[in-house]
């Protein structure tokens, strides 16, 4: 049972005097979200100050630059071309964009590199001591990280002894004793005065392209916005300041995209025809683009963003799509036997950490996920390597801080990272007990006393009949939504049903058509079919609002956040 909460920080009267210009639901999604009057609406939609921010405030970038420089053709006239600059991403939407960030925008200025995503379960996250030999007998002489790298000491000592300078850019939390570089670019290095600590991998890749363009007296290439918006939505950081700067501009460039393999993505994805939203890059774009790395080698999803060929984008754009099916069919089947796991336990524990033979390192984060969004607990999902070991992804809840907890178990690992939501780490088998019975105890420890149910945040209640255009075009205007400006969430109630669908190639979405007796409009469910009753006849219904476009035709969806049966 989800407990619904109606934001009352408000009355209907109070957000209208807020704003009596606007239709009533958007009044009260306005005060609900803080903003008091119209100079703090106009911040948020159009901030005063000048965005982006000049990249010279993060305390890195001066010597980053200034290595940079060095690596430009022109920089030794005896030279006839400049040095060749190794590039380290990660395998996720975020290390694989902002490594496109980097090859196209140094490439735009003379500087040849070498793009290296490393492989999920050989080589795992980050700069590894194989890419770092690797990119050495290719003659790089200068690493630039993406994504990764803040924490990489002994990777950087070994590219210092081959002679191979580093500039890290991560946004991931530093080590207290970080590697010795040439620079760090991380708003989060202690010390660092950057007005937003929330940027992405590809966010700051981009924003050492925005100086190094600077320096050299020129404007930043506009398409790389589109590799950054891509990244920074995928990575679910907070839609706001210069993120939501980004996205936006960058969501502009999207819809009318020369890349071959977007292009294709479009095609395979549906969305050939319709605007490019925040939510069908998070949703359709980003789970293609994070196939290859899950079922294969995210190395394919980097060339298929950075080809101008249209034949190897089509080819590309088709393994994808296979691979995203595949990776569906999977997580449904892991995600079954893991409900059926936890389902079987005397009791529920604090912490979920559940393993199968069939679990893979890149199905592990969404089992996972599913895990901590159903039983509201912390939850780790372990895949078995070859020699044994455990590679595992772990999600949680806002009331408990994952990364901090395995800070407390790093004795037990081979290596750890990741954020507060979001974390993971490889463990010797021996080792899994003893983790086990640390987690659980932090976990109640933390959780003691807490309330776990699952809350649904509602915006404001309103009827059907005031679901208008103003309204439509007020909620397009909040847009892009996302972490940080989630879309708007409204509840009616009493809803007939008067006809229902099962969707879906196993029948797993559910489409209702419901009327309040004047107007009648459909919802969609999405994985919502096996909940849902034939003897239901009318609903409180909560839902977003989504306007889509079926063969050049406008139409007006309710997406179904939670309902529950109204007894007659």
Same mark, same amino acid.
């Given at each position: 049972?989800?407990?619904?909460?109606?934001?009352?920080?408000?009355?209907?009267?109070?957000?209208?005097?807020?704003?009596?210009?606007?239709?009533?639901?958007?009044?009260?999604?306005?005060?609900?979200?803080?903003?008091?009057?119209?100079?703090?609406?106009?911040?948020?939609?159009?901030?005063?100050?000048?965005?982006?921010?000049?990249?010279?405030?993060?305390?890195?970038?001066?010597?980053?630059?200034?290595?940079?420089?060095?690596?430009?053709?022109?920089?030794?006239?005896?030279?006839?071309?400049?040095?060749?600059?190794?590039?380290?991403?990660?395998?996720?939407?975020?290390?694989?964009?902002?490594?496109?960030?980097?090859?196209?925008?140094?490439?735009?200025?003379?500087?040849?590199?070498?793009?290296?995503?490393?492989?999920?379960?050989?080589?795992?996250?980050?700069?590894?001591?194989?890419?770092?030999?690797?990119?050495?007998?290719?003659?790089?002489?200068?690493?630039?990280?993406?994504?990764?790298?803040?924490?990489?000491?002994?990777?950087?000592?070994?590219?210092?002894?081959?002679?191979?300078?580093?500039?890290?850019?991560?946004?991931?939390?530093?080590?207290?004793?970080?590697?010795?570089?040439?620079?760090?670019?991380?708003?989060?290095?202690?010390?660092?005065?950057?007005?937003?600590?929330?940027?992405?991998?590809?966010?700051?890749?981009?924003?050492?392209?925005?100086?190094?363009?600077?320096?050299?007296?020129?404007?930043?290439?506009?398409?790389?916005?589109?590799?950054?918006?891509?990244?920074?939505?995928?990575?679910?950081?907070?839609?706001?300041?210069?993120?939501?700067?980004?996205?936006?501009?960058?969501?502009?460039?999207?819809?009318?995209?020369?890349?071959?393999?977007?292009?294709?993505?479009?095609?395979?994805?549906?969305?050939?025809?319709?605007?490019?939203?925040?939510?069908?890059?998070?949703?359709?774009?980003?789970?293609?683009?994070?196939? @290859?790395?899950?079922?294969?080698? +995210? #190395?394919?999803? !980097?060339?298929? =963003?950075?080809? %101008?060929?249209? &034949?190897? /984008?089509?080819?590309?754009?088709?393994?994808?799509?296979?691979?995203?099916?595949?990776?569906?069919?999977?997580?449904?089947?892991?995600?079954?036997?893991?409900?059926?796991?936890?389902?079987?336990?005397?009791?529920?524990?604090?912490?979920?950490?559940?393993?199968?033979?069939?679990?893979?390192?890149?199905?592990?984060?969404?089992?996972?996920?599913?895990?901590?969004?159903?039983?509201?607990?912390?939850?780790?999902?372990?895949?078995?390597?070859?020699?044994?070991?455990?590679?595992?992804?772990?999600?949680?809840?806002?009331?408990?801080?994952?990364?901090?907890?395995?800070?407390?178990?790093?004795?037990?690992?081979?290596?750890?990272?990741?954020?507060?939501? @979001?974390?993971?780490?490889?463990? +010797? #088998?021996?080792? !899994?007990?003893? =983790?086990?019975? %640390?987690?659980? &105890?932090? /976990?109640?420890?933390?959780?003691?006393?807490?309330?776990?149910?699952?809350?649904?945040?509602?915006?404001?209640?309103?009827?059907?009949?005031?679901?208008?255009?103003?309204?439509?075009?007020?909620?397009?205007?909040?847009?892009?939504?996302?972490?940080?400006?989630?879309?708007?969430?409204?509840?009616?109630?009493?809803?007939?049903?008067?006809?229902?669908?099962?969707?879906?190639?196993?029948?797993?979405?559910?489409?209702?058509?419901?009327?309040?007796?004047?107007?009648?409009?459909?919802?969609?469910?999405?994985?919502?079919?096996?909940?849902?009753?034939?003897?239901?006849?009318?609903?409180?219904?909560?839902?977003?609002?989504?306007?889509?476009?079926?063969?050049?035709?406008?139409?007006?969806?309710?997406?179904?956040?939670?309902?529950?049966?109204?007894? %007659?």
């Amino acid at each position: 049972m989800k407990q619904w909460q109606l934001k009352q920080r408000a009355t209907e009267s109070d957000s209208s005097k807020v704003f009596p210009h606007l239709p009533r639901a958007i009044s009260e999604v306005l005060v609900a979200r803080g903003l008091d009057g119209e100079d703090s609406l106009q911040c948020f939609l159009n901030p005063p100050h000048r965005l982006p921010h000049c990249p010279m405030r993060l305390s890195g970038m001066k010597a980053a630059i200034q290595r940079l420089q060095r690596a430009l053709p022109a920089s030794n006239p005896t030279q006839q071309s400049g040095e060749l600059v190794g590039i380290v991403g990660d395998f996720d939407v975020d290390g694989i964009t902002g490594t496109a960030v980097l090859v196209e925008g140094l490439s735009l200025l003379g500087i040849e590199s070498i793009p290296y995503v490393p492989h999920r379960v050989s080589e795992g996250h980050g700069l590894s001591s194989e890419s770092v030999k690797y990119l050495a007998d290719q003659g790089v002489s200068l690493i630039v990280t993406v994504d990764c790298g803040v924490s990489s000491v002994e990777e950087a000592a070994l590219a210092a002894q081959l002679g191979i300078d580093v500039i890290v850019t991560d946004h991931h939390v530093p080590p207290a004793q970080p590697p010795e570089v040439t620079a760090i670019i991380n708003p989060a290095v202690p010390g660092d005065e950057y007005p937003f600590q929330h940027l992405c991998g590809a966010g700051l890749a981009f924003k050492l392209m925005q100086g190094l363009y600077k320096i050299q007296g020129k404007k930043v290439p506009e398409p790389l916005l589109e590799l950054v918006a891509l990244g920074t939505i995928a990575d679910v950081v907070p839609l706001v300041d210069e993120n939501r700067y980004l996205v936006r501009e960058g969501l502009e460039r999207l819809g009318k995209t020369e890349r071959p393999g977007l292009i294709e993505l479009y095609q395979n994805s549906g969305l050939t025809g319709k605007p490019i939203t925040a939510e069908s890059v998070a949703f359709q774009i980003a789970p293609r683009l994070n196939a @290859a790395g899950r079922m294969g080698h +995210a #190395a394919d999803s !980097l060339r298929l =963003l950075t080809t %101008r060929n249209a &034949e190897e /984008a089509a080819a590309l754009a088709q393994q994808l799509e296979s691979q995203n099916r595949e990776r569906q069919e999977l997580t449904r089947h892991l995600d079954t036997l893991a409900t059926s796991y936890v389902e079987g336990l005397e009791e529920l524990p604090p912490f979920i950490l559940f393993s199968n033979p069939m679990m893979t390192p890149g199905i592990a984060g969404l089992v996972a996920g599913r895990l901590a969004e159903r039983y509201q607990r912390p939850a780790v999902a372990l895949a078995t390597l070859e020699d044994g070991t455990y590679l595992a992804s772990g999600r949680s809840i806002p009331s408990f801080n994952l990364i901090g907890a395995f800070n407390a178990c790093s004795d037990l690992f081979i290596r750890h990272g990741g954020h507060a939501q @979001a974390a993971g780490f490889t463990l +010797a #088998a021996e080792n !899994l007990p003893k =983790l086990e019975a %640390r987690l659980n &105890e932090l /976990a109640l420890s933390a959780l003691d006393g807490a309330d776990l149910l699952q809350v649904v945040n509602i915006d404001a209640a309103m009827g059907l009949e005031d679901i208008s255009e103003e309204l439509l075009q007020w909620l397009g205007q909040l847009e892009p939504f996302g972490e940080g400006n989630p879309r708007p969430t409204f509840i009616t109630e009493k809803l007939q049903v008067k006809q229902t669908w099962k969707m879906g190639a196993q029948g797993q979405h559910l489409k209702l058509l419901v009327t309040d007796g004047r107007r009648s409009i459909p919802v969609l469910a999405f994985n919502r079919a096996d909940e849902w009753s034939e003897d239901v006849k009318k609903i409180d219904l909560v839902y977003s609002i989504e306007v889509d476009y079926w063969r050049g035709k406008k139409q007006t969806n309710l997406l179904a956040v939670d309902f529950r049966p109204v007894e %007659r």
